[in-house]
T-cell receptor, first 113, second 112 residues
Framework: DAGITQSPRHKVTETGTPVTLRCHQT?????MYWYRQDPGHGLRLIHY???????DKGEVSDGYSVSRSKTEDFLLTLESATSSQTSVYFC????????????FGEGSRLTVL | SQQGEEDPQALSIQEGENATMNCSYK?????LQWYRQNSGRGLVHLIL?????REKHSGRLRVTLDTSKKSSSLLITASRAADTASYFC????????????FGKGTHLIIQP
Protein backbone atom coordinates (compact mmCIF):
# COMPACT_ATOMS: atom_id res chain seq x y z
CA ASP A 1 0.00 0.00 0.00
CA ALA A 2 1.13 3.53 -0.81
CA GLY A 3 2.26 5.42 2.27
CA ILE A 4 -0.50 7.97 2.69
CA THR A 5 -1.84 8.92 6.08
CA GLN A 6 -4.76 11.24 6.68
CA SER A 7 -5.51 12.80 10.03
CA PRO A 8 -7.83 13.07 11.74
CA ARG A 9 -9.88 10.19 10.37
CA HIS A 10 -13.05 11.45 12.02
CA LYS A 11 -13.94 14.89 13.28
CA VAL A 12 -17.09 16.56 14.51
CA THR A 13 -17.04 20.31 14.77
CA GLU A 14 -19.39 23.25 14.99
CA THR A 15 -20.28 25.80 12.36
CA GLY A 16 -17.84 28.68 12.25
CA THR A 17 -14.86 26.86 13.71
CA PRO A 18 -11.61 26.39 11.77
CA VAL A 19 -10.62 22.88 10.75
CA THR A 20 -7.37 21.56 9.32
CA LEU A 21 -7.00 18.15 7.73
CA ARG A 22 -3.55 16.74 7.18
CA CYS A 23 -2.25 14.44 4.48
CA HIS A 24 1.18 12.89 4.91
CA GLN A 25 2.94 10.78 2.28
CA THR A 26 6.11 8.75 2.39
CA UNK A 27 6.30 8.12 -1.38
CA UNK A 28 8.01 11.41 -2.34
CA UNK A 29 5.39 11.95 -5.05
CA UNK A 30 5.27 15.41 -6.58
CA UNK A 31 1.51 15.76 -6.95
CA MET A 32 -0.99 15.81 -4.11
CA TYR A 33 -4.75 16.33 -4.23
CA TRP A 34 -7.70 16.92 -1.95
CA TYR A 35 -11.08 15.55 -3.03
CA ARG A 36 -14.41 15.53 -1.27
CA GLN A 37 -16.93 12.74 -1.70
CA ASP A 38 -20.63 13.30 -1.26
CA PRO A 39 -23.64 11.12 -2.10
CA GLY A 40 -24.93 11.96 -5.55
CA HIS A 41 -21.82 13.91 -6.48
CA GLY A 42 -19.03 11.39 -6.56
CA LEU A 43 -15.56 12.79 -5.97
CA ARG A 44 -14.86 16.43 -6.64
CA LEU A 45 -11.45 18.05 -6.67
CA ILE A 46 -10.94 20.82 -4.12
CA HIS A 47 -7.28 21.80 -4.53
CA TYR A 48 -4.13 20.20 -5.79
CA UNK A 49 -0.40 20.75 -5.49
CA UNK A 50 2.32 20.22 -8.05
CA UNK A 51 5.22 20.93 -5.73
CA UNK A 52 6.27 22.60 -2.52
CA UNK A 53 4.43 25.92 -2.23
CA UNK A 54 2.79 25.31 -5.64
CA UNK A 55 -0.95 24.82 -5.42
CA ASP A 56 -3.99 25.45 -7.57
CA LYS A 57 -7.76 25.41 -7.27
CA GLY A 58 -9.99 22.58 -8.29
CA GLU A 59 -13.68 22.40 -9.09
CA VAL A 60 -14.99 23.16 -5.58
CA SER A 61 -12.36 25.33 -3.91
CA ASP A 62 -14.58 28.01 -2.33
CA GLY A 63 -14.28 27.95 1.46
CA TYR A 64 -11.07 25.93 1.42
CA SER A 65 -7.38 26.79 1.46
CA VAL A 66 -4.34 24.55 1.24
CA SER A 67 -0.67 24.69 2.04
CA ARG A 68 2.31 22.55 1.16
CA SER A 69 5.49 23.57 2.94
CA LYS A 70 7.14 20.15 2.59
CA THR A 71 6.94 17.50 -0.12
CA GLU A 72 5.36 15.03 2.26
CA ASP A 73 2.62 17.18 3.78
CA PHE A 74 -0.48 18.74 2.21
CA LEU A 75 -2.87 20.56 4.53
CA LEU A 76 -6.49 21.39 3.82
CA THR A 77 -8.00 24.19 5.91
CA LEU A 78 -11.60 25.20 6.34
CA GLU A 79 -11.28 28.70 7.76
CA SER A 80 -14.86 28.77 9.04
CA ALA A 81 -16.62 25.45 8.66
CA THR A 82 -20.19 25.33 7.34
CA SER A 83 -22.70 22.49 7.33
CA SER A 84 -22.31 22.19 3.56
CA GLN A 85 -18.72 21.11 4.16
CA THR A 86 -19.85 17.98 5.96
CA SER A 87 -18.27 15.33 3.78
CA VAL A 88 -15.64 12.66 3.46
CA TYR A 89 -12.34 14.14 2.38
CA PHE A 90 -9.78 12.12 0.48
CA CYS A 91 -6.16 12.93 -0.10
CA UNK A 92 -4.46 11.43 -3.14
CA UNK A 93 -0.95 11.44 -4.54
CA UNK A 94 0.57 10.72 -7.92
CA UNK A 95 3.96 10.71 -9.54
CA UNK A 96 2.59 12.26 -12.74
CA UNK A 97 -0.17 14.74 -13.37
CA UNK A 98 -3.16 13.08 -15.06
CA UNK A 99 -1.17 10.36 -16.80
CA UNK A 100 -0.47 8.22 -13.79
CA UNK A 101 -2.54 6.45 -11.21
CA UNK A 102 -3.68 8.15 -8.05
CA UNK A 103 -3.04 6.58 -4.67
CA PHE A 104 -5.69 7.48 -2.12
CA GLY A 105 -5.67 7.79 1.61
CA GLU A 106 -8.37 6.20 3.75
CA GLY A 107 -10.38 9.39 4.05
CA SER A 108 -11.32 11.88 6.77
CA ARG A 109 -14.97 12.04 7.72
CA LEU A 110 -15.92 15.57 8.78
CA THR A 111 -19.24 16.48 10.33
CA VAL A 112 -20.08 20.15 10.80
CA LEU A 113 -23.00 20.70 13.17
CA SER B 1 -18.79 19.62 -13.56
CA GLN B 2 -18.63 15.86 -13.95
CA GLN B 3 -16.52 14.73 -16.87
CA GLY B 4 -17.32 11.03 -16.56
CA GLU B 5 -20.69 9.48 -15.84
CA GLU B 6 -21.08 5.81 -14.99
CA ASP B 7 -24.01 3.66 -15.92
CA PRO B 8 -25.79 1.93 -14.30
CA GLN B 9 -25.77 3.63 -10.90
CA ALA B 10 -26.28 0.26 -9.24
CA LEU B 11 -25.90 -3.34 -10.38
CA SER B 12 -26.69 -6.56 -8.57
CA ILE B 13 -25.65 -9.92 -10.04
CA GLN B 14 -25.03 -13.49 -8.93
CA GLU B 15 -21.56 -14.69 -8.08
CA GLY B 16 -19.88 -16.15 -11.14
CA GLU B 17 -21.69 -13.89 -13.60
CA ASN B 18 -20.01 -11.13 -15.56
CA ALA B 19 -20.52 -7.48 -14.63
CA THR B 20 -20.38 -4.65 -17.13
CA MET B 21 -20.23 -0.98 -16.24
CA ASN B 22 -20.15 1.91 -18.65
CA CYS B 23 -18.65 5.37 -18.52
CA SER B 24 -19.39 8.31 -20.78
CA TYR B 25 -17.41 11.53 -20.86
CA LYS B 26 -17.73 14.89 -22.55
CA UNK B 27 -14.42 16.24 -23.77
CA UNK B 28 -11.29 14.83 -25.35
CA UNK B 29 -8.99 12.91 -23.05
CA UNK B 30 -5.45 11.60 -22.89
CA UNK B 31 -6.39 8.58 -20.82
CA LEU B 32 -9.21 7.05 -18.81
CA GLN B 33 -8.81 5.20 -15.55
CA TRP B 34 -11.04 2.92 -13.48
CA TYR B 35 -10.97 2.78 -9.69
CA ARG B 36 -12.66 0.60 -7.10
CA GLN B 37 -13.84 1.72 -3.67
CA ASN B 38 -14.80 -0.70 -0.94
CA SER B 39 -17.21 0.59 1.66
CA GLY B 40 -15.55 3.05 4.03
CA ARG B 41 -12.19 2.89 2.26
CA GLY B 42 -10.18 4.96 -0.18
CA LEU B 43 -10.20 4.40 -3.92
CA VAL B 44 -7.88 1.87 -5.47
CA HIS B 45 -6.60 2.12 -9.03
CA LEU B 46 -7.61 -0.77 -11.29
CA ILE B 47 -6.55 0.02 -14.82
CA LEU B 48 -5.57 2.86 -17.15
CA UNK B 49 -6.32 2.96 -20.86
CA UNK B 50 -4.77 5.55 -23.14
CA UNK B 51 -6.70 7.40 -25.81
CA UNK B 52 -4.88 5.52 -28.59
CA UNK B 53 -5.82 2.13 -27.11
CA ARG B 54 -9.11 0.36 -27.76
CA GLU B 55 -8.96 -2.50 -25.28
CA LYS B 56 -6.92 -3.51 -22.28
CA HIS B 57 -6.93 -6.54 -19.99
CA SER B 58 -5.79 -7.05 -16.43
CA GLY B 59 -6.64 -10.37 -14.81
CA ARG B 60 -10.44 -10.64 -14.77
CA LEU B 61 -10.83 -7.03 -15.91
CA ARG B 62 -11.39 -5.95 -19.47
CA VAL B 63 -11.64 -2.28 -20.37
CA THR B 64 -12.66 -0.88 -23.72
CA LEU B 65 -12.45 2.70 -24.95
CA ASP B 66 -14.32 4.24 -27.86
CA THR B 67 -13.11 7.80 -28.29
CA SER B 68 -15.53 8.44 -31.16
CA LYS B 69 -18.44 7.79 -28.79
CA LYS B 70 -16.59 9.19 -25.76
CA SER B 71 -17.34 6.05 -23.80
CA SER B 72 -15.62 3.25 -21.95
CA SER B 73 -16.75 -0.02 -20.42
CA LEU B 74 -15.36 -2.11 -17.59
CA LEU B 75 -16.09 -5.83 -17.67
CA ILE B 76 -15.44 -7.99 -14.62
CA THR B 77 -15.59 -11.66 -15.52
CA ALA B 78 -16.47 -14.53 -13.19
CA SER B 79 -17.49 -12.16 -10.39
CA ARG B 80 -16.75 -12.93 -6.75
CA ALA B 81 -18.29 -11.67 -3.54
CA ALA B 82 -15.11 -9.66 -2.94
CA ASP B 83 -15.85 -7.64 -6.09
CA THR B 84 -18.73 -5.96 -4.25
CA ALA B 85 -17.72 -2.29 -4.30
CA SER B 86 -18.28 1.00 -6.07
CA TYR B 87 -16.49 1.51 -9.36
CA PHE B 88 -15.51 4.89 -10.75
CA CYS B 89 -14.15 6.06 -14.04
CA UNK B 90 -11.79 9.03 -14.06
CA UNK B 91 -10.65 11.17 -16.93
CA UNK B 92 -8.15 13.91 -17.44
CA UNK B 93 -9.18 17.12 -19.12
CA UNK B 94 -7.08 16.47 -22.21
CA UNK B 95 -5.07 19.59 -21.59
CA UNK B 96 -2.88 18.16 -18.90
CA UNK B 97 -4.15 20.40 -16.12
CA UNK B 98 -6.72 20.31 -13.34
CA UNK B 99 -6.26 16.75 -12.17
CA UNK B 100 -8.59 13.83 -12.77
CA UNK B 101 -12.37 14.16 -12.85
CA PHE B 102 -14.38 11.29 -11.40
CA GLY B 103 -17.87 10.10 -12.20
CA LYS B 104 -20.47 9.32 -9.57
CA GLY B 105 -19.76 5.62 -9.68
CA THR B 106 -21.54 2.31 -10.15
CA HIS B 107 -22.34 0.38 -6.99
CA LEU B 108 -21.85 -3.32 -7.72
CA ILE B 109 -23.29 -5.99 -5.46
CA ILE B 110 -22.34 -9.62 -5.97
CA GLN B 111 -24.93 -11.97 -4.51
CA PRO B 112 -23.43 -15.21 -3.14
Amino acid sequence: DAGITQSPRHKVTETGTPVTLRCHQTENHRYMYWYRQDPGHGLRLIHYSYGVKDTDKGEVSDGYSVSRSKTEDFLLTLESATSSQTSVYFCAISAAMNTGELFFGEGSRLTVL
Amino acid sequence: SQQGEEDPQALSIQEGENATMNCSYKTSINNLQWYRQNSGRGLVHLILIRSNEREKHSGRLRVTLDTSKKSSSLLITASRAADTASYFCATDSGGGADGLTFGKGTHLIIQP
